[in-house]
């Protein structure tokens, strides 16, 4: 890059006059590398989303039809029993998730942050779960959790026979079983992204507060954690988008069942688009989910935006 | 720079016209049976399609039910290439040929010369046809029966039970097995499952007309109706014969419980024979195939290949071949040995099928006489998708909760409505 400078003298290069042709490639290479993908992008996830916008306003069922129709699909939407279900799952499984995930991944790091012995080793097997695809996960503990199969079975084998553990055929509790799911498999990663945090603190500023007669807790509490603001806002937005997305964890653990009490909205939009010959239903709700992703991705750019800029 | 890549796309390019113009017929078949007999089967049309002079472009899709399939397929279609064939069945052919992708109907032609209208039932027939049902635009495979109730033999007779006729018997004999400690109905309270079960029960419970009128033709005041809240009665009722692990088990776990005698009864189509068979267990020996209490109903599910328009000379061929072979004696006969379900050809002779096949057969024949021949709602092919989603949520909702029978009788009117 250097020797094409002009203004940088190279005692090689002086020695061959260059031509016009590498000057303009040198200086439009980088461009012409970056546009394929920047058009590959700009056309299959922006042009795509004002596609699925557009088709939600359609009467589209089977097949899309491109005849402008209205709102009257996310009417449609707002009528329907299950897209309720769905929404409030989606509520209670994101909320639940975020803080249980957190707390535990903060605690893990914490007590993994003390310099004890192989922390190498027990970093890997809370980390391993995230290698898992939700899929996997999502089998397994549907047969941990099968009242016939799992726990239940096995501590009602113990002699416990009043023992009672069925949240996953329970319409009430089916949802928290995703929960119990997500968090074994997320809360891994969470407490990596929190442990290179607490890595990075400053050892100088520990050491202060030791002088000054801070208890442990109180210097993780006081001191430490507020200083992860940033880990935590990363740690919220990946956390969320993976709750906005999930979908085969669920199709895996409950497919939506009992019922449809544990439907998500991602579940909702591929059952409508592919199985039920709904494309403009299913487009209004992808458009709703859109809609939810940027109100929670936007204000936390602005914010850190304006952070940056402000330094 | 982009010169090679150019030249080699030509070369790619006419490389394809080559050969599209040394096979005279081909075809690009997608479907789902990729597993054992279903392949097996499906390998007989690509030997006959291959020897006929056709060039067989396979597209299977794994992943059972064809989820994955209607995603590619979908895919395919919007993006202008549909595949010459594909495995779709009752009022979704229709439906697509509303969104003008089947026009015009090549293998019409063949249909016309074989003399489809004498080989199939008028049932059949009318779901193969496009354009106002005037004109064939898909073949038929096979005949699956939906209204099955499948019971373990030793356990009926270690409790003094017979196969129960009607649906009071079932209850009172469901009712005795639970007693004796026997999980009385196999089920996966999945809402396919839960659907199959449903409509076996509308169709026994109802009657053959009050199914016509509710589930076919989608009469408002057959939905919402007392007779609805009885049929929500019976399935609450059948609730409660089922085990607590029952939600999201697959159908085939369910048929195992019936096999091993930890369950006595299962209502699942005719695949679950196949179940019993690979196990060595005899029909009418070790266990019992019969239909659902019902007055001489019959509800079919007719596995069948669409055949998208294509403009290639070649390709139309190819579909007109295939077409052709699919509704052959042979591929109807061993196709339908391998899957447990029977030819929906009428002329294929039946001796080398079980007695469970026998039955169904000769059940089909009467059933189209008298007015029972129905078609399955829960396996797609009374209604399109929307509306048999719409009155699957409501029915495996019921099933799943609490909801009284009369609200789920309004609820289901509504989101039928809701459809509309």
């Given amino acids: ?311 | 720079m982009f010169k090679p890549f150019a030249v080699s796309l030509a070369l790619i390019a006419s490389g394809g016209m080559i050969a599209s113009s040394t096979w005279a017929k081909e075809a690009e078949v997608l479907h789902w049976w990729t597993s054992g007999g279903e392949a097996a089967a499906l390998k007989v049309l690509k030997d006959d399609f291959a020897k006929n002079g056709g060039s067989w472009t396979d597209m299977p899709v794994a992943g059972g039910g064809g989820d994955a399939a209607m995603q590619t397929l979908k895919a395919r279609i919007v993006a202008g290439d549909p595949p010459a064939a594909a495995q779709i069945k009752g009022p979704t052919i229709q439906e697509y040929d509303e969104a003008g992708v089947v026009e015009p109907y090549h293998v019409d032609e063949v249909a016309g010369a074989e003399g489809w209208d004498n080989l199939l039932s008028k049932q059949v027939a009318n779901h193969m046809k496009c354009d106002d049902f005037t004109k064939y635009c898909a073949a038929p495979v096979n005949i699956h029966r939906i209204d099955w109730i499948w019971a373990n033999k030793k356990v009926l007779d270690a409790n003094g039970i017979s196969m129960p006729t009607t649906w009071d018997e079932f209850n009172a004999a469901a009712r005795k097995l639970k007693a004796a400690g026997i999980i009385p109905l196999a089920h996966g309270s999945q809402p396919w499952q839960d659907a199959t079960v449903f409509e076996a029960v509308v169709l026994g419970v109802g009657g053959n007309e009050f199914y016509q009128r509710a589930i076919v033709d989608l009469e408002m005041d057959a939905l919402n109706s007392p007779t609805m809240v009885k049929i929500f009665d019976q399935m609450r009722l059948l609730q409660s014969f089922t085990d607590e692990g029952s939600p999201g088990r697959d159908w085939n776990v369910a048929t195992g419980m019936v096999m091993e005698g930890k369950a006595a009864f299962q209502i699942m189509g005719d695949w679950a024979k196949g179940e019993f068979t690979n196990a060595k267990m005899k029909p009418g020996v070790d266990f019992y195939c019969l239909p659902t209490p019902s007055n001489h109903g019959y509800l079919y599910n007719v596995d069948s290949f669409i055949f998208y328009s294509v403009d290639d000379s070649s390709k139309v061929e190819g579909q007109k071949l295939l077409a052709s072979l699919m509704m052959g004696k042979n591929f109807q006969k061993v196709f339908n040995l391998y899957k447990g379900s029977i030819p929906a050809r009428l002329d294929v002779p039946m001796d080398e099928f079980d007695m469970c096949a026998k039955g169904s057969a000769a059940d089909l024949n009467y059933a189209a006489m008298t007015g029972g021949l129905l078609p399955s709602f829960a396996h797609g092919m009374a209604l399109r998708l929307a509306q048999k989603g719409a009155i699957q949520d409501v029915v495996t909702e019921h099933f799943n909760s609490n909801m009284s029978s009369q609200e789920a009788a309004r609820k289901l009117a509504q989101a039928v409505q809701d459809t509309l």
């Avoid at chain 1, 992008?41 to 306003?57: A, E, K, N, P, R």
């Avoid at chain 1, 941990?144 to 509790?173: A, C, H, Y």
């Avoid at chain 1, 969320?240 to 909702?268: E, N």
């Avoid at chain 1, 989910?289 to 850190?304: D, G, H, Q, R």
């Fill in chain 1, 1 to 311: 890059m250097i020797s094409g400078d002009p203004r940088v003298p190279s005692s090689r290069n002086s020695y061959c006059p260059r031509s016009d042709t590498m000057d303009w490639l040198q200086k439009n290479l980088p461009r012409m590398v970056v546009a394929p993908s920047f058009a590959a992008i700009l056309w299959f996830v922006y042009g795509f989303i004002l596609w699925t916008i557009y088709v939600s306003m359609t009467k589209s069922k089977l097949l899309p039809i491109y005849k402008f129709w209205g709102l009257g699909q996310h009417f449609r939407l707002w009528r329907m029993d299950r897209w309720y279900v769905a929404v409030e799952n989606l509520f209670i499984f994101t909320v639940l998730f975020l803080i249980i995930c957190i707390i535990i991944g903060v605690l893990l790091a914490v007590l993994l942050d003390q310099k004890i012995r192989a922390e190498g080793f027990l970093r890997t097997v809370y980390l391993y779960p995230m290698a898992l695809s939700f899929i996997v996960t999502g089998t397994a503990w549907k047969w941990i959790l099968n009242p016939t199969l799992g726990v239940q079975k096995l501590v009602r084998d113990w002699g416990f026979t009043e023992f009672t553990f069925d949240w996953l055929v329970s319409r009430d509790m089916s949802i928290y079983t995703i929960v119990i799911a997500g968090v074994w498999q997320s809360s891994g990663f969470v407490m990596a992204m929190f442990l290179a945090g607490l890595r990075s603190v400053d050892d100088e500023i520990i050491k202060a507060a030791k002088i000054d007669g801070a208890s442990l807790f109180s210097t993780y509490t006081t001191i430490i954690i507020p200083m992860l603001r940033p880990v935590f806002m990363s740690a919220v937005v990946i956390l969320c988008h993976i709750s906005i997305k999930s979908y085969d964890l669920i199709v895996a653990l409950t497919a939506g069942g009992p019922g449809t009490s544990s439907d998500m909205p991602a579940v909702f939009m591929t059952q409508m688009a592919f199985h039920r010959s709904e494309i403009g239903l299913a487009s209004a709700s992808a458009t709703i989910m859109f809609i939810t992703v940027t109100a929670i991705i936007i204000p936390y750019l602005y914010s850190e935006l304006r952070r940056d800029n402000a330094r």
